[in-house]
């Protein structure tokens, strides 16, 4: 993984961001296939100023409230909850994470890495490396280690068996209900805060040509 691109001068660093925001469940396939090959390296080419990037991991999972603790089911297993855990940003309430048959145990940090780093340079290496591999779950240590040294592997596992973290999943639960049109899959791809099929279809092709496109 290299470091950004620096801003180039003249128009180029003139313009609002493009603001992209990606709704996903951290294992299911297409999803990790975006984030790798098209918005990490989309994101490694362009300066700060050309892109944000707002990462929601929850997609297709089901919450419930039982006595005041959040369970959550999700697509692809409890494993996906924990992965979905640990890649979650700053936001509302999660208490207990289940899949089938899977009692709730405490959540893993994947959820509170974006809450820890606190902006996409610290935290979106991270998150790439994660999908990258074999495990979303088993890898945070050497991906923080690696890509977001600054983020204490620590940190982000207490927040993620605290109550904090349990909040953090809840509110992309809440993030991802809001969505107008409703998302109808995952990867959901949202530019400028609108969602069309024809944007959906160029962006998980071609990412870098279509930020370019919107970005004036």
């Known amino acids: 993984v290299g470091t950004q691109a620096e801003a180039p001068h003249g128009n180029l660093a003139r313009a609002p961001p493009v603001q992209l925001s990606l709704y996903y469940e951290s294992l299911c396939p297409a999803c990790r296939d975006f984030v790798v090959r098209q918005l990490f390296t989309t994101w490694l080419l362009l300066p700060d100023e050309v892109l944000n990037v707002t990462l929601v991991p929850y997609g297709n999972a089901q919450e ?4 005041g603790t959040w369970h959550f089911q999700c697509q ?3 494993e996906e909850c924990l992965g979905n855990m640990l890649e979650v940003r700053r ?9 089938g048959t899977v009692p709730p145990r405490p959540p893993c940090p994947q959820a509170c890495l ?4 606190g902006n996409s ?3 979106l290496p991270a998150v790439a490396c994660l999908e990258s591999g074999s495990s979303v779950s ?12 600054q983020v204490p592997a620590g940190r982000v596992a207490a927040c993620a068996r605290g109550e ?3 909040q953090l999943m809840h509110r992309n639960a809440q993030l991802t209900a809001a969505l107008a049109p409703p998302h109808q899959y995952v990867p959901w791809i949202v530019l400028g805060g609108k969602h069309t099929e024809q944007r959906q279809g160029q962006a998980q092709v071609a990412l870098l040509h279509l930020v370019c496109q919107l970005y004036q």
């Open 91 to 99: 936001g509302g309430r999660v208490a207990g994470v289940a899949g």
């Open 121 to 123: 340079s610290d935290y």
């Open 76 to 78: 692809h297993g409890p």
């Open 164 to 166: 904090l973290g349990r």
């Open 64 to 67: 419930t409230n039982v006595n």
């Open 114 to 117: 974006m809450h820890e780093a």
């Open 138 to 149: 088993g890898n945070l240590e050497a991906c923080l280690q690696v890509y977001a040294p």
